[in-house]
């Protein structure tokens, strides 16, 4: 098992930027991939990025060239460096972890641990 706590969240003005930071439990041994989604209100949570073990990386297009995700495997933590953040980037991030070998980046039932969120707000 493998908790997963989001951290970074909080409110930016439109243009401005943010970093989320997801720290797992335990080692991420055993980990094959770390996401991000997010959930605005009255919406359906939505990928945002997967890095995987290699460090490839992948990006929802409402977020590439503005969205970056890095992971540190001896931290056991992935990051997202948010900028250019619009309104409509405002919602809550989820971090979540694939335990399975064989995986779609984008498929939500793929992550098998999922953290608590952090709240992202981007408004004047």
């Known amino acids: 098992q493998v908790q997963l706590v989001e951290s970074g969240g909080g409110l930016v003005q439109p243009g401005g930027s943010l970093r989320l930071s997801c720290a797992a439990s335990?080692?991420?041994?055993?980990?094959?991939?770390m996401g991000w989604y997010r959930q605005a209100p009255g919406k359906e949570r939505e990928w945002v990025a997967t890095?995987?073990?290699?460090?490839?990386?992948y990006y929802a297009d409402s977020v590439k060239g503005r969205f970056t995700m890095s992971g540190d495997n001896a931290k056991n933590t992935v990051d997202l460096q948010m900028n250019s953040l619009k309104p409509e980037d405002t919602a809550v991030y989820y971090c979540?972890?694939?335990?399975?070998?064989?995986?779609?980046?984008?498929?939500?039932?793929?992550?098998?641990?999922w953290g608590q969120g952090t709240q992202v707000t981007v408004s004047s």
């Open positions: 335990r080692s991420t041994f055993g980990i094959n991939a």
């Open positions: 890095i995987s073990t290699d460090e490839t990386t």
């Open positions: 979540a972890a694939v335990r399975r070998t064989t995986y779609i980046v984008g498929k939500q039932s793929t992550y098998d641990y």
